[in-house]
């Protein structure tokens, strides 16, 4: 009896990154789930249904596409501790971000029997806090610790390569995804990352297994 292929979710934003992530899956007939995430702070959303939209269009049933809300527990996480957590670790906003959205990614997964989730992080953009080991191990062993293989399939793949998925299936070599007020906030000598996402990891827990009981 043909094995059945297991779907993959994919954290997705409509960038670079993550349509060539889903690109990987998709064009070895692997069927994935978009994951795309409003944390409050970021305004054109409807640039990631769209990109969606065109990977819908070019695979069909392969690929669904899903928008979660992350706001309470992103405010929660990284909003609301803002000031404090600048002092003493740094300005490492983004690791909370994401962090609810792998939170928030889990229980998708939990919910609809995924047991891998995907990510477009890429080891060339390390200058991103949360693009490091010192986020990505705690953040694959709280995913573990879920049932939830978390994985990065692109991250040695170089940029030109990134692009290039894309013009091979046809898609607009412009990235399309929402804009956030706090985006892009680069690694500074100072920052403590593995301290932050530690300091972090309670509460997420916290939350996941309230939400899994």
């Not at 954290?11 to 978009?34: I, M």
């Not at 080991?133 to 293989?149: I, Q, T």
């Amino acid at each position: 009896m043909k094995k059945k292929v297991e779907r993959v979710a994919i954290l997705f934003s409509g960038g670079a990154d993550s349509t060539a992530t889903a690109l990987h899956y998709l064009q070895k007939k692997r069927p994935v789930a978009l994951l795309t995430f409003y944390n409050g702070a970021e305004s054109m959303m409807d640039l990631a249904r769209y990109r969606a939209g065109l990977l819908r269009e070019r695979f069909g049933d392969l690929c669904g596409w899903e928008q979660r809300d992350v706001k309470d527990l992103f405010h929660c996480l990284a909003i609301r501790t803002l000031e404090p957590d600048v002092k003493k670790y740094g300005t490492l906003v983004c690791c909370g971000c994401k962090l609810a959205m792998l939170a928030e990614a889990i229980l998708f997964c939990r919910e609809h029997g995924i047991r891998e989730l995907a990510d477009g992080f890429r080891r060339e953009q390390d200058y991103y806090p949360e693009q490091t080991a010192e986020y990505m191990v705690p953040a694959g062993r709280l995913a573990r610790s879920f049932k939830v293989r978390y994985v990065h399939p692109l991250y040695e793949m170089k940029e030109e390569a990134v692009r290039q998925a894309a013009a091979e299936s046809e898609l607009p070599p412009v990235a399309l995804q929402p804009s956030c007020l706090f985006a892009f906030n680069r690694i500074r000598p100072s920052v403590k990352i593995r301290n932050y996402v530690n300091s972090k990891l309670p509460a997420v827990r916290a939350f996941l297994k309230q939400r899994l009981r």
